[in-house]
């Protein structure tokens, strides 16, 4: 018997919403690693990617699957760092990773080793309390059309 605070019509809007977060992380990851100039273009965004990947605990593509099975260190090592460029961004991961973890739990599946990982790498505000959905989808536009990759609605 499901008992989350919501119901599926609202997991893949939720969904949505996670994912303009790793958008707009993606972009913070990779202009740090792109201070790294002993890498190509592509492995800067092979390693952007596999960071990002390795936070929400998602399956990359091949190219930076492979990436990141010769480069672990190199992943982990940007891990560790992440917290360090990303402070801005602390509430939307907080946020992002819980309601992802609750769609996950909704699904059938775990990711609770995401919000470890998080609290491990101190991108994860423990005390912040978990908005209503429609408060997170909210802050979420909003950050995605301050980082231009949508537009809010206009008000009439």
């Not at 990002?52 to 992943?75: D, K, M, N, P, W």
């Not at 990711?111 to 998080?118: E, H, I, K």
């Not at 536009?141 to 206009?154: D, I, K, N, T």
Request: some cysteine; overall charge negative; hydrophobic content about 40%.
């Amino acid at each position: 018997m499901n008992k989350l605070p919501f119901d599926s019509k609202l997991i893949p809007v939720l969904r949505e919403a996670i994912v303009m977060v790793q958008m707009v992380l993606f972009r913070h990851i990779k202009e740090h690693v792109q201070q790294d100039q002993t890498l190509r273009s592509q492995e800067q965004n092979w390693l952007a990617g596999a960071v990002l990947s390795s936070l929400y605990g998602s399956r990359a593509e091949t190219e930076v699957s492979e990436f990141a099975r010769q480069h672990r260190e190199l992943i982990e090592d940007e891990l560790r760092l992440l917290h360090s460029y990303t402070h801005d961004l602390i509430p939307y991961l907080t946020d992002s990773l819980r309601m992802q973890t609750l769609c996950d739990q909704y699904e059938g599946k775990s990711s609770l080793a995401c919000l470890v990982l998080a609290k491990e790498l101190g991108v994860l505000a423990e005390e912040r309390t978990l908005p209503l959905p429609s408060t997170f989808m909210l802050a979420v536009r909003q950050l995605g059309a301050e980082q231009g990759l949508v537009e809010m609605p206009q008000e009439h």
